[in-house]
């Protein structure tokens, strides 16, 4: 249940980190003809959609986006996919985007279908970045960084135009 006295990032702050990433990206990969933006399901994938569109605000670069499936909860036991054959994705720039590091692990498996084709760069997105990781994870672009309990929880929100943003519970 979304609470509203529990929101850290309301929706133009949320906005406006997409867009500085979106710079960001630009900097970085000015020179490239073509982005993957690779988000991984769900919530990744929201992101990338706002984050393409940003993009083509600012830069004259050609977009795909990439759905990377998996279960989050069972990786090993789950097949880890795309949404698109990997032959379009080769000698890409990739940039895989989640909402929030909260482990790591999540990230972590969602490279492997990375591993297995030739790519020319694979760089990371998140949203947010809870700085409480178990696996040797870090972002290239990271939208807010929030130091948390273990305990705690941060949700994103991106689907309800009243709530949208991200809470911290």
């Not at 998140?126 to 700085?131: A, E, Q, W, Y």
């Amino acid at each position: 249940m979304i609470i509203l006295e529990n929101q850290i990032l309301n929706s133009q702050q949320t906005l406006q980190k997409i867009r500085r990433m979106a710079y960001q990206i630009y900097e970085r990969n000015f020179e490239e003809n073509e982005l993957i933006l690779a988000g991984i399901h769900e919530k990744g994938i929201e992101i990338a959609k706002i984050l393409a569109e940003e993009l083509r605000k600012i830069a004259p670069i050609s977009l795909r986006i990439v759905t990377v499936f998996l279960d989050k909860f069972a990786p090993l036991q789950s097949s880890i996919y795309l949404d698109t054959e990997l032959e379009l994705i080769e000698n890409k720039t990739v940039i895989l985007i989640d909402d929030v590091l909260n482990t790591g692990r999540t990230l972590a498996y969602s490279l492997k279908p990375f591993l297995n084709i030739p790519i020319k760069k694979l760089q990371t997105l998140l949203l947010v970045d809870r700085g409480y990781k178990s696996f040797p994870i870090s972002a290239d672009y990271v939208g807010y960084e929030l130091s948390t309990t273990v305990k705690q929880h941060v949700e994103v929100v991106l689907d309800n135009p009243q709530t949208f943003g991200v809470y911290l519970y």
